[in-house]
């Protein structure tokens, strides 16, 4: 959507949040042609964005992070700006439905101090992490501010390994338990770090990391209590080739779940989690910014759980190996689609399915069944004698291998051929009368005649003008 920049020079947003569709809250900060660095806030009501006054600090720096939307009188940003003597400082606003205005929020220590991440339990209670450091110059450490409707203060947190550390996101639960999650180093490598506590203190929980790499959290968000998902990075040692890093909790302990690998550099900057166990995280590789979904099956001694699972075109299905036991997950159409090989537990392995169709996969191991059901993407509504577009792929098929797509009709409610033997992903459909359309589609290796079954139906309803 379009979103107005400041006049004065460029302008980066880093947070944002809502209290419904049409209130909804942008922050970050803008470079002057001063070369300052100041505060900016947009808002969204429904319709446009628009640039909202923002107070700063006398300082050349001042910087918003996150934002938390409560209510339309009521949200909170934070972030961080350069005070007199050359040390940032920790910065707070709250709009109260008329205009932003500067809070006063503590700091640990003589050094550095900035706020990262925000969540709001209630507007009498809210949270806010990020990094401290005792003087100037030192080393890092985690910082939590908890507002309880009054003031804002800061709450005791653990600085594992003695060293560097740093909360970059945190959420609040509806039992009154929080979850923050950044990194901290061990003298080493970094390390994912996960906090879990309340008012009278967090405590350290343990992640899953990539043993022998760099691990670092970007973001966490939460649909329950036992389902909470937290998104960053990992990469070697003495290397800056990040890939994607996703750990879930599931109400015991946090595991790496699959995510989707660029060729050479994944970063991952932020997620949100949806109720049903589905994540959504984001981020760049070198060239694109990336949309990512995440849905994790787990591969236990007893089978798949869940046993069937379904994605879009495109998306990448994630396998996460848990139990005692290695497993070895292939294609079980015959079209020799994928071998994950053996996957110890506690691993995970992952398949991007470009294509429409019902995959059946089996666990050589386990001896047990599963499938990935990829649904033909189509408009839910349109209208009789205008072009819809079916598509049935996001890519082309590889060498060898075609599509094959079915049309149901309200005159006619078996399935028959609609094309037949394709390389093309897409193709218009002009209605010639109104009611129900449907589709499915598979994908088909011409040289051994195996194919996949037959993809879920997608319905469009057509409607006379």
């Known amino acids: 959507m379009p979103v107005p920049a400041p006049r004065t020079g460029a302008a980066y947003l880093r947070g944002v949040a809502g209290s419904s569709g049409t209130d909804v809250w942008a922050v970050g900060y803008?470079?002057?042609?001063?070369g300052a660095n100041k505060t900016v806030i947009e808002h969204y009501d429904g319709t446009a964005w628009k640039i909202v006054p923002s107070p700063n600090p006398a300082s050349l720096a001042g910087y918003l992070s996150a934002v938390a939307a409560i209510a339309m009188t009521d949200a909170w940003t934070v972030g961080h700006y350069l005070d007199n003597s050359g040390v940032y400082r920790t910065l707070v606003e709250h709009w109260d439905g008329t205009s932003w205005?500067?809070?006063s929020s503590p700091n640990a220590g003589n050094g550095d101090n900035a706020l990262n991440g925000i969540a709001a339990a209630s507007s009498n209670d809210?949270?806010?992490?990020?990094?401290?450091?005792?003087a100037p110059g030192a080393a890092s450490s985690t910082l939590v501010l908890h507002f309880h409707g009054t003031s804002w203060t800061i709450v005791p947190s653990p600085n594992p390994g003695g060293l560097t550390s740093s909360l970059a996101g945190v959420v609040a639960m509806a039992d009154g338990r929080i979850w923050a999650a950044g990194f901290y180093y061990d003298g080493t490598q970094g390390r994912t770090l996960l906090l879990h506590g309340d008012t009278s203190g967090f405590e350290t929980v343990p992640g899953e990391d990539f043993p022998g790499e760099g691990n670092l959290l970007n973001g966490i968000a939460a649909s329950g209590s036992g389902d909470i998902f937290a998104a960053g990075y990992h990469y070697p040692n003495g290397t800056t080739d990040y890939q994607g890093l996703i750990e879930h909790y599931d109400g015991t302990q946090w595991r790496r779940v699959s995510s989707a690998q660029g060729t050479s550099y994944t970063y991952l900057s932020g997620i949100t989690a949806q109720p049903g166990g589905a994540a959504w995280?984001?981020?760049?590789?070198?060239?694109?910014?990336?949309?990512e979904s995440v849905c994790e099956i787990q591969v236990t001694e007893a089978g798949f759980i869940?046993?069937?699972a379904s994605g879009g075109l495109g998306e990448t299905a994630g396998w996460t190996i848990i139990g005692s036991s290695s497993h070895r997950l292939v294609d079980a159409s015959g079209m020799q689609l994928f071998d994950s090989g053996s996957r110890a537990s506690g691993s995970s392995f992952q398949f991007t399915f470009d294509s429409a169709?019902?995959?059946p996969v089996i666990d050589r191991t386990a001896h047990a069944t599963s499938t990935v059901a990829v649904p033909v993407d189509l408009p839910e509504t349109g209208t009789t004698g205008v072009p819809l577009t079916v598509t049935w792929s996001a890519a082309s098929p590889s060498e060898g291998f075609l599509f094959d797509v079915q049309i149901q009709t309200p005159s006619n409610p078996s399935f028959r051929n609609w094309r037949v033997g394709q390389t093309d992903v897409s193709a218009t459909f002009v209605p010639p009368a109104e009611g129900a359309y449907a589709f499915r589609a598979r994908l088909r290796d011409s040289a051994t005649g195996k194919f996949s079954k037959w993809s879920p139906s997608a319905v469009v309803t057509v409607e006379n003008p």
């Open 30 to 34: 803008q470079i002057t042609r001063s």
């Open 306 to 308: 869940p046993e069937a």
């Open 101 to 103: 205005m500067i809070v």
């Open 357 to 359: 169709g019902t995959y």
């Open 281 to 291: 995280a984001v981020g760049n590789t070198l060239a694109a910014t990336i949309a």
């Open 126 to 134: 809210i949270w806010a992490v990020g990094y401290q450091s005792s």
